[in-house]
């Protein structure tokens, strides 16, 4: 059996109200001829916002995926895009921060899911407190401000902001004061949402591009796309000695569709391991 999707001259629609079509729609539609709309009603902020009044459920995909079938169910509509960031930090760089973003696809002419990541060290993300108007505008210049946006609240813990989507110099001076007025301090952050976030917008870019390698690794059996890595085995064999170390022998690429399977040896473009990561040479 072949399935041979094609999103040329489709139309998706994407679950945003934070403008993120900026930079989706170009990318799919130069790539794979989809045009991509925003609903002209749509509130995804009732599936959580990082200016944190509504608590977020469950993980990014799966937000990703209620926001992508609440749109199927209330648009007249095959195809619908959402995405999803999420900051913290690095997985294996914990004193950086990063933003991990992800754009999935929700073809319902197919039942097909696609996701299509990006993880990068490049944002903004920060937070601080400050009991001087100096220390905000300081902080203020080093997360990029006024192109990029600020929220501020009187204390970390609270969840209303007083303000935010802040990017006027004048607004940001009147806001601190009016804190530090009240209460001697006020805790200012990065707005992540996208529309106040241009840095965050290019990390969105990426996993827009990642998604079209999805759509484009087609299972060598039946066509299906998203034919991607779902395991990766160690077990490369040290240079010295031959033990198997916890380097990567081989990954394994799977169809979603048919099961086909591939293994694809040394993906790391090397046979043997470095003896530095052998626990026999370098107990
Ligand atoms: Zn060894
Ligand atoms: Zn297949």
Redesign the pocket.
Known sequence: MSHFISFNQQVALLATMHQKEQVIAPILHRELGLTVHVPTQFNSDRFGTFTREIPRPGQQLETARLKAQAVLAEEDVMIALASEGSFGPHPSLPWLACDRELVFLLDHRHQLELVGQAISTDTNYAQQRVTHPDEAQTFAEKVGFPEHGLVIRPAPEQNDPLWKGVTDPDQLQDCVQTLLQQQGSACLETDMRAMYNPTRLQVIGKATEDLVRKVRQTCPNCNWPGFDVVRRNAGLP?E??G?PTLGVLQQIYRCQSCSHEVIEKYPEGRETND?SQ?S??NP
């Open positions: 040290c010295w000695c033990q003896p052998c026999y040479c």
